[in-house]
Structures are given as C-alpha cells and as structure tokens.
C-alpha cells in the first residue's frame, strides 16, 4: 500500500554504502521509520527530502516491516536550522524529546503540532532556547508527569503566592509552604511564564523575549523533573550546554535578549485571564 503522510524527518541512520533509514514524524500515524533507497548518493531523488529537519510529503510503500520511502515533496527545508549552529543545536533538541517520548505507528497529533510549531518558530528567528523550553513543558504529560499549574497541588486555592514543589507535584500556595521545605519561591512573573509554556499553544505567542535568568530559573526547574522524576537525559541537551559555555559559537541573538518585564503578548495575558 502507498500511504501519502505529511511528516517530519526527526533522524537519519546510514544502511549500507547508499541507503538510509529515515525516522519520520507524521500526522496521520505518528512516528515511523522507512528505508530511503540510495539516499547517500547526492544525485538521488530522496537525498534532498530525506534530511533532518525537512517537513514534507512523503510517499511511503508500507507491506510488512518497514516501510519504503519512494518519493517525497519538502513544505520547508529548515534552512536557518540547517546553517545555523544554535537553531540546529535547539532543534535537534525538540525533536530529540519528540523522538524518546512518542511510541511508533501510533498517531500523535497533539505532539505532531507541538513539535512542527516549534521547528517553524526556530527557522522563523524566535528565541530558540524559550522555544525549546516551550516542548519541555508541553510534553511533561507524555511522561507520566502532569503537574498541578493552575491551582495549589494542596488546597486547590487559586490566589495568593505560589512555589513550586517537585515533592507536591505542581505549585503550593503560601498557606500549604510547610508541606514542602525544599519548595521553589517563585515570583507572579515566573508563575505566569511557567503557566504559559505549559497551557499556551507556541503559534499563539507571538515575539517573546526573556531575561537569560529567567530563562535558566524556569529551565532548572523543568530539567528537573525530567531527570530527577522520570529519570531522562538527553544527548543534545549536553550539546546545548557546550555552547553555552563557548559564547563565540552563541548565536549573536541570544546574547542580545531584552528584559521581560512587560507581558510578551496578547496570548500571556489570555492566559492570565484564565486563571
């Protein structure tokens, strides 16, 4: 059967002096992997779409096992990812959490827009990094992790002044801090941020701009949880950490960042309408 899908090449793995397997997350089946016959070879057909990164239509020849790609037409190639070293280094990122959390041939379309929003906000010049953290939060519940983010994990309250706490599960408010000695303090500012990453769909957005700090304080906490609860790390994540630590190799735009002490746009205070 010829399945005509609209996906997303997340990685590519040599087979054999020509070929390559090609993992591609699609709409209408989720993640799945197809042989890409003489795709090595520059003059190939398949060489072009079957880079990390494209989003594209791919013809796949599905009989038993793997799937054979037979052609495919690019929607976006992902030029800025593919040249630049800091939006490849947080793409790779987005659809490295893609690639560990989603199962195979099971259609995932939830996690489908999450991570086609976000690899078009990076090619589109957004802050790649509040981008990343975006997915981060948004695929907390692909883990098992749903945190409490819109009241107190405890009482439910809805109003006053929250921490985070990772033994409680969410926010606590000021009434239940005794639960939790080790609870992160944090400001409404910082609630509204986490709040929004979570719930916010990355389209609606717009041009968000954040202090580093921020960025780093609300990361912790997410990074955290993914490795101290549900115990996961990721090759690229250590990647972005290099770069960080060799500022020559940072993209110009992530030294440059505004504070965030307006609202970002229409879709946070939304948001805080909401609550």
């Not at 926010?171 to 509204?192: A, E, M, N, S, W």
Request: hydrophobic share 40%; net charge negative; aromatic share 10%.
């Amino acid at each position: 059967m010829l399945n005509k899908w609209e996906g997303i090449v997340l990685k590519t793995k040599a087979y054999g002096e020509t070929n390559k397997v090609v993992t591609i997350m699609t709409r209408e089946v989720g993640k799945t992997a197809a042989m890409a016959r003489g795709a090595k070879k520059p003059q190939s057909r398949l060489a072009a779409i079957s880079q990390p990164f494209v989003h594209g239509i791919f013809m796949i020849q599905q009989g038993r096992g793997m799937g054979t790609l037979q052609q495919g037409e690019p929607l976006e190639s992902m030029r800025h990812i593919q040249e630049d070293i800091t939006a490849t280094a947080y793409a790779s990122y987005v659809v490295e959490i893609i690639d560990r959390l989603i199962e195979s041939d099971r259609p995932e379309p939830y996690a489908f827009d999450i991570m086609v929003q976000a690899l078009h906000a990076i090619e589109e010049g957004y802050d790649p990094e509040s981008i990343a953290m975006f997915v981060e939060w948004k695929m907390l519940p692909y883990t098992g992790v749903q945190p409490v983010l819109h009241a107190c994990a405890s009482c439910g309250a809805v109003e006053g002044e929250f921490a985070f706490s990772f033994s409680q599960g969410g926010f606590l408010c000021h009434r239940c801090f005794l639960l939790d000695p080790y609870l992160i303090r944090l400001t409404p500012t910082q609630v509204k941020l986490i709040r929004m990453f979570y719930t916010v769909p990355i389209d609606q957005i717009g041009k968000l701009t954040l202090k580093k700090e921020t960025k780093q304080f609300i990361r912790k906490i997410v990074t955290t949880i993914y490795e101290e609860q549900t115990g996961m790390r990721f090759k690229s994540r250590s990647f972005i950490e290099q770069l960080e630590r060799t500022p020559l190799l940072f993209n110009k735009h992530m030294d440059s960042e505004k504070p965030d002490e307006g609202q970002p746009d229409k879709a946070l205070q939304t948001d805080e309408n909401n609550e």
